[in-house]
């Protein structure tokens, strides 16, 4: 079992910057990867980023190239999504994520990850 905590989010005019991160706590960690997902009102959850559990491989959606990074620290259990440059249009909750194993190729398949975060509101202004 793991468990999944966020936070980090809150109210940014556009082109500002948030750090989000994600706690994990319980027995299992090693050998998770991690992602992160948002979903707007009225829209499907989708994938922003995906980090294996080595860190060596990552995913990023097209809409977020360029502008988030994500990065984990193993040994505090914390994954982080750096964003910059943020837009209206990423205001959504995000969401993390954990999957045991997931391979780089996978990393944005929603159903590959078996554990969830209760989310945390990022809310872009223009």
């Known amino acids: 079992q793991v468990q999944l905590v966020e936070s980090g989010g809150g109210l940014v005019q556009a082109g500002g910057s948030l750090r989000l991160s994600c706690a994990a706590s319980?027995?299992?960690?090693?050998?998770?990867?991690m992602g992160w997902f948002r979903q707007a009102p009225g829209k499907e959850r989708e994938f922003v980023v995906g980090i294996t559990w080595s860190g060596g491989s990552t995913y990023y959606a097209d809409s977020v190239k360029g502008r988030f990074t994500i990065s984990r620290d193993n040994a505090k259990r914390t994954v982080y999504l750096q964003m910059n440059s943020l837009k209206p249009e990423d205001t959504a909750v995000y969401y993390c994520?954990?999957?045991?194993?997931?391979?780089?190729?996978?990393?944005?398949?929603?159903?590959?990850?078996?554990?969830w975060g209760q989310g945390t509101q990022v809310t872009v202004s223009s």
């Open positions: 319980g027995r299992a960690f090693s050998g998770y990867a």
């Open positions: 994520a954990a999957g045991f194993a997931i391979v780089a190729s996978k990393l944005a398949q929603k159903e590959m990850y078996a554990y």
